[in-house]
């Protein structure tokens, strides 16, 4: 009876252990941007912002876009927690057309990956 106690006491602290583990939370200001009209050739640099709102650092392993004519730039360091960062996104806009890009965040957060999106439309010269 003693060893069933003590095994039972064992395996409650073993999961309260499990349910104590400190995790990064990564929570964006918003995950959509909208360029809306922009003309050819124009600055098509715009920024993610997010907020690690987890207990632990947050690591941002790797960004990736659906497509070349987007380039997206993960910070370098640990986010820790409380603190904000961005993701950098550099789209091509010599590309007359709709923007419609997804970026794929993969970190340590809870929910490991997010998609992000990128829409609007580059005017070609001249256009109204």
Do not use: H, W
Not at 7 to 25: C, D, I, N
Not at 30 to 48: A, H, L, N, Q, W
Not at 74 to 101: A, F, M, N, W
Not at 111 to 122: A, D, N
């Amino acid at each position: 009876m003693m060893k069933k106690t003590v095994l039972m006491l064992f395996v409650g602290f073993l999961s309260l252990g499990v349910y104590a583990q400190e995790t990064a939370k990564i929570e964006f200001k918003s995950e959509t941007v909208d360029y809306g009209e922009i003309e050819k050739g124009s600055d098509g640099v715009r920024v993610f912002e997010f907020t690690n709102t987890g207990s632990a650092p947050l690591v941002i392993s790797d960004v990736k876009s659906s497509c070349g004519c987007t380039i997206p730039k993960k910070p370098e360091g640990p986010i820790l927690p409380g603190k904000t960062g961005e993701i950098q996104v550099k789209y091509d806009t010599k590309r007359v057309g709709p923007i419609r890009k997804a970026i794929t965040v993969t970190s340590n957060a809870d929910t490991p990956t997010k998609v992000l999106k990128i829409k609007g439309t580059v005017k070609g010269e001249g256009a109204k």
